[in-house]
């Protein structure tokens, strides 16, 4: 039987994607825990006796969370391997559950962010990711084109996408009816707490997102409570 509850399954399904696998992971049961470490070191799959055997548990104890996991998509089938008999199911881990379990992207991000200060400097390092931030930003602009109709405000749809990337970020306008966008996470935190300068990045894509200039608020690295961004739409170039 499934080991996550309902109410608990609800507030997961309103996480980003990128936090609600490893949210996940925390609130399985430890058996199904030790089942997606199992499958984690087993690239190629385990067949349910294979399972039960490494756990110590019974075949229909086995079924049954493989079950829950597969309705989670933190697994699926493989393929069969050929037994002398009937093949029996091998299951593998799918993206998702890969993703429950950490990556120190933080860690690489640092390395690569120092080398950049150690080539270029501290402006030219902003400078590279202004110019990178940029071209990201054109480039979802152009794949989501069909949902920024001409003159349209896409402060909704850079903050959806936002949201999506793990920033827990909505829209909303100031007093003087300005968008705005708001984020309760920052992705780079401790990337950007130590060096402010990786914040050009955002603040190039959303600029060439959406074709206004942003004006950076309130910013999590520097003590703020959120990452606040306001479109400036008098000074528009779209």
Request: charged content about 25%.
């Amino acid at each position: 039987m499934c080991e996550v509850r309902a109410p608990e399954l609800r507030a997961l399904a309103s996480l980003p994607p990128s936090l609600s696998s490893f949210v996940m992971l925390e609130m399985l049961g430890s058996r199904q825990k030790d089942l997606l470490v199992l499958l984690l070191k087993n690239k190629v799959g385990l067949t349910a006796d294979d399972i039960a055997e490494q756990l110590g548990i019974s075949r229909n104890a086995v079924r049954q969370h493989l079950s829950a996991l597969e309705n989670e998509r933190l697994l699926k089938r493989g393929e069969t391997c050929a037994t002398g008999g009937r093949p029996k199911q091998l299951y593998v881990l799918t993206e998702k559950g890969h993703e429950c379990f950490p990556r120190h992207y933080s860690w690489f991000a640092e390395l690569l962010v120092s080398s950049l200060i150690e080539r270029a400097g501290a402006t030219g390092m902003s400078t590279q990711l202004s110019e990178l931030g940029r071209k990201i930003g054109l480039q979802l602009a152009a794949q989501h084109q069909h949902q920024l109709p001409e003159g349209a405000d896409r402060s909704a749809v850079l903050a959806k996408l936002m949201d999506e990337l793990g920033y827990v970020a909505r829209a909303r306008q100031d007093a003087e009816g300005a968008p705005l966008i708001e984020a309760d996470n920052c992705v780079f935190h401790a990337l950007a707490f130590k060096h402010p300068e990786v914040c050009e990045f955002d603040l190039a894509l959303m600029s060439a997102f959406t074709g206004q200039d942003i004006d950076h608020q309130e910013c999590m690295a520097r003590n703020g409570n959120v990452c606040r961004f306001r479109l400036d739409p008098r000074k528009s170039s779209g």
